[in-house]
């Protein structure tokens, strides 16, 4: 069997056939050996999962699974097997690719995927090729001294949040399964000494490419001109054909093209408040996709200086208002490491700037959506969005709950006199977390920006149906929050599936109003306030 013919059927994951086209693009690590070491003129290194004492499938995604023609496997069986490492099918060749990368704005040296495990390229049934990598399969080369294992916590953690941000409509890598592995792992949650045994769990992750910005900051660093070239040449072969020529502009071109992705992708995370926690540079993808969902979080209390990783409070570096310049400035780093292939640093300045100049075009045309209106620049909107946002973070007030309850009021009645004159309004009330916080200052303010955003969507040109079609479909009414993540790692640690089955049902569906689901969208509660896994993480998992 051929990899063509994955297109027509829908096949057992053990039937399916791979292909390996980086190992035939790319040279592989001369030593075999599976121990830490530093590794030189090499892309990755090959090396064999290590199997696990009892897998078992805790989570399918069947939309993902139909996208690559595969069956949903039972829980134990020939399938999970693979899905776990046990196992290998037909014309997988696995390996663990090395890259560096800066990580807390500092250089790093060689990093690589230390439980990270690529199986190999599946030929989807639309004529797509897309990689299947394994997340907690063991220890490779670039594990350095851990031990390349995964914990359920954050395995569930990244399998969740990689379906909801597929459904929100957030440019993402996706996670096919979630399997058990019956083995313990030993994991210190915030490096405080109170190190604890916790269920192993691993994720198979999916995307056409896990290339990251710190593959090629790993060569031009050691000076690998040649395996650069090369390692930009396959990327843009097999991904952006449109700018292959192997020419400085090509390479500028093709960078430039990353930088507008990278641009696009941030702005939908601030659009959707989420705080990715680790942009370190070998976690950025070079096909502009969230990559390695760590100690991310959702911004619920308006603030943009929160981060979500304990190991960033102090600096707080990648805190939510801090990620567009983040892009900025790991972009930068990218185009150092391109230097070589391009030589001009004009034509990287110019990729730069692209960078900027989507990222706030992309950002205004989505919050324009947030706001119901059909686009943004007229005389006084800065205004009022500056007054918005210094309303929202002067006391806590839940910004998801904020801007969907803001587009019911599009059709709302106006509040001419009497009680709805002084109230506060509906979208406030429904996302403060404390009303008493609100002084009378503070409450006029919002009336008088409540009354502002309806004159201003009253004479913006769009129906009022439109606004609001506008507003639902930019403000989610479901999210992955950290505590509704953690209540359903407690469920499953103690071998119950459903609360993770009822949140993945609910946030496959994240603008649409679901029947009984009202908890889904409530402000955080009080208890979780400070809880570990609810409010913050580390990155250990």
């Known amino acids: 069997m051929s990899a063509i013919d994955n297109r027509s059927m829908n096949l057992d994951l053990a039937q399916a056939e791979f292909e390996a086209s980086v190992v035939a693009a790319l040279p592989a690590d001369v030593d075999s050996s599976n121990r830490p070491r ?37 829980a134990t069986g020939p399938a999970v097997d693979i899905l776990a490492g046990n196992a290998l099918a037909p014309g997988m060749r696995p390996y663990a690719a090395r890259y560096g990368g800066h990580q807390f704005g500092n250089w790093a040296g060689q990093l690589g995927d230390g439980r990270a495990i690529t199986l190999g390229e599946l030929g ?50 996706r996670a096919l399964s979630l399997v058990a592995t019956g083995d313990e792992v030993v994991r210190d949650m915030f490096y405080d000494g109170n190190a604890q045994a916790e269920p192993g769990a691993i994720v198979c992750r999916v995307a056409p490419s896990f290339t990251r910005f710190g593959n090629f900051e790993i060569h031009s660093a050691s000076e690998e001109l040649e395996l650069l070239r090369r390692l930009a040449d396959h990327v843009i072969a097999a991904h952006y054909p449109e700018y292959a020529g192997g020419t400085p502009r090509a390479y500028a071109r093709w960078f430039s093209e990353i930088c507008r992705r990278t641009a696009v992708m941030i702005a939908h995370w601030m659009r959707v408040g989420f705080v990715h926690g680790v942009m370190n540079t070998d976690n950025m993808s070079i096909l502009g996709l969230t990559l390695d969902y760590g100690p991310y979080g959702w ?124 109230s506060l309004p509906q979208p406030v009330a429904a996302a403060l977390y404390d009303g008493a916080a609100l002084d009378e200052t503070q409450r006029a303010r919002w009336r008088a920006w409540f009354l502002r955003w309806r004159e201003r969507g009253a004479g913006c040109g769009l129906a009022a149906g439109e606004r609001r079609r506008r507003m639902q479909a930019a403000n989610p009414l479901y999210l992955p929050r950290n505590y509704l993540a953690q209540q359903a790692i407690d469920a499953a640690t103690a071998g119950d599936l459903a609360p993770l089955q009822r949140l993945l049902q609910v946030i496959r569906r994240p603008y649409e109003a679901q029947d009984g689901c009202e908890s889904f969208a409530a402000r955080r509660p009080e208890w979780a306030r400070h809880r570990a896994g609810c409010s913050a993480l580390s990155c250990s998992s």
């Open 38 to 74: 530093a590794v030189a003129d090499a892309a990755y290194t090959f090396v064999t999962p290590t199997p696990v004492s009892a897998p078992r499938l805790l989570a399918w995604s069947d939309d993902l699974g139909a996208a690559l023609g595969l069956a949903r496997p039972a």
């Open 299 to 422: 911004l619920e209390g308006y603030d943009p200086a929160w981060t979500p990783n304990t190991t960033d409070a102090a600096g707080r570096r990648y805190a939510y208002g801090n990620q567009p310049q983040i892009g900025m400035w790991n972009l930068a780093r990218l185009a150092g490491a391109l230097l070589p292939l391009i030589g001009d640093k004009d034509w990287l300045q110019e990729g730069l700037e692209r960078y900027r100049s989507t990222y706030t075009e992309t950002w205004r045309a989505l919050l324009a959506d947030k706001l119901g209106l059909e686009a943004l620049g007229r005389e006084g909107d800065e205004a009022m969005i500056d007054e918005l946002f210094a309303l929202l973070a002067a006391v806590e007030t839940d910004m998801p709950i904020f801007f969907r309850a803001l587009g019911e009021q599009v059709v709302g009645a106006e509040p001419h006199s009497g009680a709805a004159a002084t």
């Open 124 to 173: 989807t049934p639309t004529g797509e090729r897309q990689e299947l990598q394994l997340k907690g399969a063991g220890p490779t080369p670039y594990s350095r001294f851990a031990d390349g294992r995964a914990v359920l916590r954050s395995s569930l953690r990244e399998f969740l949040c990689s379906e909801a941000m597929h459904h929100l409509g957030v440019p993402t890598t």
